[in-house]
């Protein structure tokens, strides 16, 4: 079992920063793809910005510039450093991890954090 805690979300205003994180704990053999997801009110769930296990990242194109995703491998964590935040960045952000639970035999996994909310004022 893996488990996914997010953290770092709340208010800020515009032209503001927040730091969000993504914890992956449990039986973890790798932790491979992460991605931070969003999901506004009324919107599609969008991909904001995905890191490889070796650091390869990769953005959505409203994001490039301000957003900067990030890992420790060490801690089985990744990082979503948000600046310059913006009224339409308001939303649930979900972290997605893939990779290799450990046990008896390797299996892959897909989990979902609960996601936290990021609420950008103008």
């Known amino acids: 079992q893996v488990q996914l805690a997010e953290s770092g979300g709340g208010l800020v205003q515009a032209g503001g920063s927040l730091r969000l994180s993504c914890a992956a704990s449990?039986?973890?053999?790798?932790?491979?793809?992460v991605g931070w997801y969003r999901q506004a009110p009324g919107k599609q769930r969008e991909l904001v910005a995905l890191?490889?296990?070796?650091?390869?990242?990769n953005y959505v194109d409203s994001v490039k510039g301000r957003f900067t995703i990030s890992r420790d491998n060490a801690k089985n964590t990744v990082y979503l450093q948000m600046n310059s935040l913006k009224p339409e960045d308001t939303a649930v952000y979900l972290c997605?991890?893939?990779?290799?639970?450990?046990?008896?035999?390797?299996?892959?996994?897909?989990?979902w954090g609960q996601g936290t909310q990021v609420t950008v004022s103008s």
């Open positions: 997605n991890a893939k990779g290799l639970s450990s046990g008896t035999y390797l299996r892959p996994f897909d989990y």
């Open positions: 449990g039986s973890i053999f790798s932790l491979n793809d």
């Open positions: 890191i490889t296990r070796s650091g390869r990242s």
